[in-house]
């Protein structure tokens, strides 16, 4: 399994491209899942259904499964959030995890950069980011191409994830 981080400021267009993105990697006959990160109180569930009562009950974890999906939600009550690596610990095998945000980590990463953000590029000060795709040209020695490029993209994506294994080692080795 080999992981992947999308970053980029807020309007960048990450979740834009990742609609493009996961169609076209699975219909080359690649497995991918995603891990997204939310800087804000979100929810997934519904106000009312029993899995919400169980919740606001005090249940640290519910499952809910149907015969179309299941889903787990942990509650953390107070609890540090988890992670990257602990959260990729929770995920089913698959060809490639890409992982938006969570762009402070030391997980390899794209870049997503529209100018129209008016926003710095991160790349120069932040070592994981290992390419960049923007709607503008932009001076570097980082692989990067067109933001629209879905091919360039995905081949991009592919060449420069890395190994889950190789990621934990390498984050155990650095503390």
């Given at each position: 399994?080999?992981?992947?981080?999308?970053a980029?400021w807020?309007?960048?267009?990450?979740?834009?491209?990742?609609?493009?993105?996961?169609?076209?990697?699975?219909?080359?006959?690649?497995?991918?899942?995603?891990?997204?990160?939310?800087?804000?109180?979100f929810d997934?569930?519904?106000?009312?259904?029993?899995?919400?009562?169980?919740?606001?009950?005090?249940?640290?974890?519910?499952?809910?499964?149907?015969?179309?999906?299941?889903?787990l939600?942990?509650?953390?009550?107070?609890?540090?959030?988890?992670?990257?690596?602990?959260?990729?610990?929770?995920?089913?095998p698959?060809?490639?995890?890409?992982?938006?945000?969570?762009?402070?980590?030391?997980?390899?990463?794209?870049?997503?950069?529209?100018?129209?953000?008016?926003?710095?590029?991160?790349?120069?000060?932040?070592?994981?980011?290992?390419?960049?795709?923007?709607?503008?040209?932009?001076?570097?020695r980082?692989?990067?191409?067109?933001?629209?490029?879905?091919?360039?993209?995905?081949?991009?994506?592919?060449k420069?994830?890395?190994?889950?294994?190789?990621?934990?080692?390498?984050?155990?080795?650095?503390?």
């Open positions: 399994m080999k992981v992947i981080g999308l980029g807020s309007g960048a267009g990450k979740t834009t491209l990742l609609t493009r993105l996961i169609p076209y990697l699975v219909g080359k006959g690649m497995r991918v899942s995603t891990i997204k990160h939310a800087h804000h109180n997934v569930d519904v106000p009312g259904k029993d899995s919400w009562e169980h919740r606001q009950a005090g249940a640290t974890e519910v499952l809910v499964s149907s015969s179309r999906r299941w889903a939600m942990h509650e953390l009550r107070g609890a540090a959030e988890p992670p990257m690596r602990d959260l990729l610990a929770k995920i089913s698959v060809d490639l995890v890409i992982v938006e945000g969570f762009k402070t980590d030391t997980h390899p990463k794209i870049e997503i950069y529209r100018a129209a953000n008016g926003k710095p590029p991160l790349h120069p000060d932040d070592p994981a980011i290992v390419g960049i795709a923007s709607d503008t040209p932009i001076e570097t980082l692989p990067s191409t067109d933001l629209d490029d879905i091919s360039a993209i995905a081949e991009m994506v592919q420069l994830a890395v190994s889950v294994v190789d990621l934990m080692a390498r984050e155990k080795a650095n503390g």
